[in-house]
């Protein structure tokens, strides 16, 4: 069983930034392709970005490009999403995602899912 536990979100002006980190329990974190999702409200949870197990891959939504970085640290068993020049669009919560196979992460059909963490960009 892996845990995912999210922290990071608040509330920011449009043009700011925050770092979004998921701290994982378990010994499987670094054999694990993981990946951010948000959902606002009234709309369908949404592919964000995702990174493969060594990190050496990522993929991100097209509307994130250039904005939102997915990085990994398997030393401390922890993903990141650094977001910059955040729009008030971007208000959602974001949840982090885990799975064996990266291809599973970007469909949302991993493994685990953390409680998410809200965001909210005011214009």
């Not at 701290?23 to 959902?39: D, H, L, P």
């Not at 606002?40 to 891959?57: D, K, L, Q, T």
Request: glycine share 12%.
């Amino acid at each position: 069983q892996v845990q995912l536990v999210e922290s990071g979100g608040g509330l920011v002006q449009a043009g700011g930034s925050l770092r979004l980190s998921c701290a994982a329990s378990g010994r499987t974190f670094s054999s694990s392709a993981m990946g951010w999702f948000r959902q606002a409200p009234g709309n369908e949870r949404e592919f964000v970005a995702a990174i493969s197990r060594s990190g050496g891959s990522t993929y991100y939504q097209d509307s994130v490009k250039g904005r939102f970085t997915i990085s990994r640290d398997n030393a401390k068993n922890t993903v990141y999403l650094q977001m910059n020049s955040l729009k008030p669009e971007d208000t959602a919560v974001y949840y982090c995602h885990a799975g064996r196979l990266l291809a599973l992460v970007t469909t949302a059909t991993g493994d685990y899912w953390g409680q998410g963490t809200q965001v909210t960009v005011s214009s």
